[in-house]
């Protein structure tokens, strides 16, 4: 049998943001690369292989602790489980309901024994639920009275609390049926992320908002594939960006584009949408520009779904941009060329 080796093949243990692209040194592979494994050509970032080491090494230390029987904080017992079958010496032997353990607040425990567990009432009191004397203990979920009225869902609410103490923590709690809010992680309705926030402020208006304290230029969120990194959303001191990839070593190919024709061949209407008839924008139909610079337009014309429901174009303006800028360019060479000719005669 082979030894046991002396050190955890720790990894990537110090979590670090590359100060240029503001991407993590670990990434989670994309879900269809974890389900059908790296293609034979395929080069996997470094970010994958250093998420995929580090989870690996965690794995080892959670097993460890699983087997280990003195450092284990879950499930153990002084010597063995083979006595279960009697109720008192299992509970002892698990740690459960045991004077020794009463204020160990690794395990579930009550003051005599579990046997009145059929009665309600008893029950709630001796697992600590409901009691007056566990009522502001924050170690238990507990409501004010009982859990008998759990079939109404308002009185589940407000009856329903998990709290930690202080504003910090997992907090569920339903105290103020004005406010709407019914769950919340830390002390200002906010999911605390690795980097910034999810805001929940208007039960009918959902926002969603990301914050970086630093006003230096930074990445709030990235969009990958397995190709890597393709786009991301990032803020300076006063402005955001909406970037997708440009950087000429992705690109091949190059020729000159032609984006006079383009330009004239591309209606633009002047129209409302059925939802806002009243408001007037300048906009185009999307086949029509599919026909032309299909690259700038998602879906089909006239599609509809299985239930024959109709499924919408969509639009990326900023893909026009290439040909609008040709155009210009075009257009600006035809100025020229005619300002030149013009002063040409005039000198004539």
Not at 125 to 145: K, M, P
Not at 256 to 285: N, Q, T
Not at 286 to 305: L, N, S
């Amino acid at each position: 049998m082979v030894d046991k080796p002396s050190e955890f093949p720790d990894w990537a243990t110090e979590e670090q943001v590359d100060p240029v692209s503001g991407q993590t040194n670990r990434v989670a592979p994309p879900s269809e690369s974890q389900e059908s494994g790296w293609t034979r050509r395929e080069i996997p970032p470094r970010q994958w292989w250093n998420w995929t080491l580090w989870t690996i090494g965690r794995w080892i230390r959670w097993l460890e602790e699983q087997v280990d029987p003195v450092t284990s904080p879950f499930l153990r017992q002084s010597e063995n489980l083979s006595d279960l079958n009697n109720a008192s010496a299992g509970r002892d032997n698990l740690g459960l309901g045991s004077a020794s353990v009463e204020d160990d607040t690794r395990y579930a425990h009550r003051a005599n024994n579990l046997s009145d567990l059929s009665s309600a009432s008893a029950g709630r009191d001796n697992l600590g639920l409901g009691s007056a004397s566990v009522e502001d203990d924050t170690r238990y979920a507990h409501r004010t009275n009982n859990l008998s009225d759990l079939s109404n869902a308002a009185t589940a609410r407000s009856n329903l609390e998990v709290l930690q103490a202080g504003t910090g923590g997992v907090q569920a709690r339903t105290n103020d049926q004005n406010d709407g809010r019914f769950f919340r992680i830390g002390g200002s309705y906010e999911l605390p992320f690795a980097v910034g926030f999810l805001s929940f402020d208007d039960p009918d208006n959902l926002n969603l908002k990301s914050n970086r304290n630093n006003t230096a230029e930074r990445t709030h969120f990235e969009f990958s594939n397995p190709n890597g990194a393709v786009g991301s959303i990032s803020t300076s001191g006063a402005a955001t960006s909406y970037n997708t990839s440009s950087d000429y070593r992705l690109k091949c190919g190059l020729s000159a584009l032609g984006g006079y024709d383009a330009v004239k061949s591309v209606p633009v209407y002047e129209l409302s949408f059925m939802s806002s008839p009243d408001v007037r924008i300048g906009a185009f139909l999307a086949h029509e520009v599919q026909e032309i610079i299909p690259e700038a337009v998602t879906g089909e014309k006239d599609a509809i779904d299985d239930c024959g429901d109709p499924v919408y174009q969509s639009m990326d303006y900023s893909k026009m941009t290439p040909y609008l800028w040709a155009a210009m360019q075009e257009a600006i060479t035809k100025i020229e060329y005619l300002e030149t000719e013009l002063a040409r005669l005039k000198g004539a």
